[in-house]
């Protein structure tokens, strides 16, 4: 396993540089695409539904695909997911079905699955927040002897969040074996980057609580595979916590409830687009002889079939009890709630 310096700055890249991976062969590479496929897909047909009424207020990741499916590929199914709102559907790479995420969306009881049925815990709203969760499930693990880790997902804008810090420091100084992976997108809502932090790069955080700090190029999906795969193997022979930081840029609003034509730079959105990383990995498959129009059109098909299935599953799921609101809110209702309500 090649050794990661404390503080490196360069992002680490496999597409643009031609490279290829040990132990990854054809196989391997379309199993990463039918993921991204299955994201892109989720998050395309998701802005509609949005449009169309059918779900709430959504949360876009366009062009993070890269840094969920190459991270998540790295992982065993016993290692445990910390999702943030921007890796809603990330549980569909763990088998999760399409309707249970869009129920959540639809603000729906059935979008809230049990964490222990896919090794993922609940999408986190509140940011950071989810961060020690994640660094206590993960030293839990090592202090019954699991093998298993944990990877928690946040953005840049997390690292500007106590919790961060806390969960972090914890996960060092207990040596949790848990990957803090950031997505640096260069957005908070309509927060830059450069008003975020004055260090240099967010990985550097990492190195102040005595963790390796790796940066990754975020659209090539390879590079994250790679720095994900040995946080992973650092994490099982007992070194401890890595932090990610992959480097992209949002080129989607922040949500559906969001105009970011008043704050960001368009020009770049437009020229960040053309690099976007579900093409650039076709165009790699395709230079390496394994992608063809054929393949390609049926993996879209069945991501596209499988959001047919799921919004028409979550749309027949029947219209939940108002109580369910205050089922787990309160030990004693209020009288004046029961008063209200029954009333
Ligand atoms: C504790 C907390 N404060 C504020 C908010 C409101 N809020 C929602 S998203 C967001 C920006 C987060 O940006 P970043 O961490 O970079 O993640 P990204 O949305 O870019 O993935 C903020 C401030 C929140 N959800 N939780
Ligand atoms: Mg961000």
């Known amino acids: 396993m090649a050794q990661v310096a404390h503080g490196e700055h360069g992002l680490r890249r496999v597409i643009d540089e031609d490279r290829e991976l040990d132990g990854v062969g054809e196989q391997e590479l379309l199993d990463l695409y039918r993921g991204m496929v299955l994201l892109r897909t989720y998050d395309e047909r998701s802005l509609v539904y949005h449009r169309q009424g059918r779900i709430g207020t959504y949360a876009i990741f366009w062009n993070h695909e890269a840094m969920q499916a190459g991270s998540v590929y790295a992982l065993e199914d016993d290692d445990w997911i910390f999702p943030s709102y921007r890796e809603s559907a990330i549980g569909l790479l763990r088998g999760m079905p399409p309707a249970t995420v869009l129920s959540w969306w639809r603000g729906h009881p059935a979008g809230w699955w049990n964490p222990a049925d896919y090794n993922v815990a609940s999408i986190c709203v509140p940011i950071a927040s989810h961060v020690p969760h994640a660094a206590g499930l993960a030293w839990g693990k090592k202090l019954k002897g699991e093998r298993a880790c944990a990877i928690a997902y946040f953005g840049d804008g997390a690292t500007s969040e106590g919790a961060f810090h806390e969960g972090t420091n914890f996960a060092g100084v207990m040596q949790a074996p848990l990957i803090l992976f950031c997505n640096n997108n260069q957005w908070a809502i309509s927060t830059p ?37 040995e946080a992973v193997e650092r994490a099982r022979t007992g070194g401890g916590p890595t932090m990610i930081e992959a480097v992209t840029y949002r080129v989607a609003p922040h949500a559906t409830a969001d105009d970011p034509r008043s704050y960001i730079d368009l020009e770049r959105v437009e020229q960040e687009k053309q690099n976007e990383c579900l093409g650039r990995y076709e165009r790699y498959l395709r230079r390496l002889g394994v992608l063809g129009d054929g393949l390609e059109t049926e993996i879209k098909a069945e991501a596209a079939d499988a959001m047919r299935k799921g ?8 219209e939940p009890d108002p109580e369910l609101l205050f089922e787990n809110a309160y030990v004693v209702p209020p009288p004046n709630l029961r008063e209200g309500w029954d009333g």
Do not use: M, N
């Open 193 to 229: 980057l450069s008003a975020q932090t004055h260090a240099e790069a967010l990985a550097d955080k990492a190195v102040g609580y005595g963790i390796p700090g790796v940066r990754v190029d975020g659209g090539d999906v390879l590079a994250v595979f790679e720095a994900t795969r």
């Open 311 to 318: 919004i028409a599953d979550a749309e027949a799921e029947p």
